[in-house]
Structures are given as C-alpha cells and as structure tokens.
C-alpha cells in the first residue's frame, strides 16, 4: 500500500465511451501526476498538478482531460478514446513537483479500448 | 527536449549473476532515481541520488551518479528470483522546470 489508490484498476471501453479514472492520495502531498505506461515504451508523463493548479502539460490529445478538485484527489476524463490509447495509466504524487522529491506510486488502471 | 536513455532493455541471467543497467541523460540532472517494478505492478522507488559522483549501496543493490551528473547505474551483485523486475531510472533536469523524466526500463529475468 502506497498510500496512492486508483480507481478503478481495469477499465474496458468503446471509443464513443466516456469514462472517468480516480486518484487519491493520502500522503498530505502537494503534487499529483498521470503517466502512461504502454508496452515497451518509457512511463510518459501526461499531466501535472502543483496545489491544484495544472503545472505541465505534454501535449496530451485532448481526448484526455484531467481535473484536480484538491490537492488529494486527481481524474483523467476520456472520450472517444483510440485504440492506440490502450496503456497502463498510473498516478502519482510527490510533496513537491521539483526539487529532491520521490514520487509515490498507484497501482494503476488498465486501460483497454477496443 | 530532455531525453534519458536506458541500457539494455532487456537482460536474462542465471541466479548468482551480476546485473547493471545504465542511464544517460542528454542535459545535467539535479538529481536522479531509481525504481523497480515487479510484473504487474507499479513503479516502486528504491533511491535517490543528488551529488556528483556519489555512490549509495541497499544491500546487494549499488547505485551510482556520474561526475557530470548526466549518468548513473545500478548494479546487483549475485542476482536473485526476487530482483525480477523492471529497473527505471529517473532525471530531473537543471533547465526543465524540474519534472521527472523516465527511462525506457530494463527488464530483468532471473533463471533459478
């Protein structure tokens, strides 16, 4: 237990689908990201969060949509998802998003479109 | 933009062999991590390092940061079932806002 909980951890959806995936963290951290973990790539950084405020973000299809209420939770919209988003989505959070922090680690939701 | 790569992406060895992994980062790191992750599960962090040739052991595992701080590896010396994993390092760069950036991992297979 990492004290980082994703919901839910399997997910299989159309592409005219519209879901939602949840991250809470009860660390007391003020940083959440969302990775993407597809087979034989590197984790890829999608969004950042700092204090609730979007800190990063690497042009990410806008099919995917995050949203951070508060500094401990985190979602990741999605519509009209691509098969090709199939993937591994992991959260995380760390006490800052700079500076000699490690990051906390979910266990993931995977994702299936199909 | 910051790229950091990972070598080999794939290694096989027999119990009691030893393993490294290497990562070079195209810009200076502040700093670097490793993690692990276990077949279906997730990236766990096993240390960080911030100093310019600074060298951390845990046990059978031994981490290094370069002298640049562009570089860093992880050895495991003697090799056990419970190592199989996937081993990530990771950079935050001086010049990019200090986001963490990945590795691609290497995939560590132990055959008892």
């Known amino acids: 237990e990492t004290g980082v909980t994703q919901t839910p951890r399997h997910l299989v959806m159309g592409m005219t689908n519209k879901k939602s995936l949840k991250c809470e963290q009860h660390?007391?951290?003020?940083?959440m990201y969302w990775y993407k973990q597809s087979a034989k790539k590197p984790l890829e950084l999608m969004f950042v969060?700092?204090?609730?405020?979007?800190?990063e973000n690497n042009s990410v299809p806008s099919r995917f949509s995050p949203e951070c209420p508060n500094s401990s939770h985190l979602f990741l919209h999605l519509h009209t998802l691509q098969p090709e988003d199939s993937a591994l989505y992991l959260c995380?959070?760390?006490?800052?998003?700079?500076?000699?922090?490690?990051?906390?680690f979910g266990q993931g939701t995977r994702l299936t479109v199909v | 933009g910051q790229q950091v790569m990972q070598i080999p992406q794939y290694q096989h060895v027999q119990e009691g062999e030893d393993f490294t992994t290497y990562c070079n980062s195209s810009?200076?790191?502040?700093?670097i991590q490793w993690y692990k992750q276990r077949p279906g599960g997730h990236p766990v962090f096993l240390i960080q390092?911030?100093?310019?040739?600074e060298v951390k052991k845990q046990k059978r595992l031994t981490f290094q940061f370069g002298e640049a701080k562009k570089n860093s590896s992880l050895h495991i010396t003697a090799t056990q079932t419970t190592d199989v994993g996937t081993y990530f390092c990771?950079?935050?760069?001086?010049?990019?806002?200090?986001?963490?950036?990945f590795g691609q991992g290497t995939e560590l297979s132990v055959k008892p």
């Open positions: 995380a959070s760390s006490q800052t998003w700079t500076g000699v922090t490690e990051a906390f």
């Open positions: 660390l007391g951290h003020n940083a």
């Open positions: 969060y700092s204090l609730e405020e979007r800190v």
């Open positions: 810009t200076t790191l502040s700093n």
């Open positions: 390092l911030v100093k310019s040739g």
């Open positions: 990771a950079g935050r760069s001086i010049n990019q806002g200090g986001k963490l950036i």
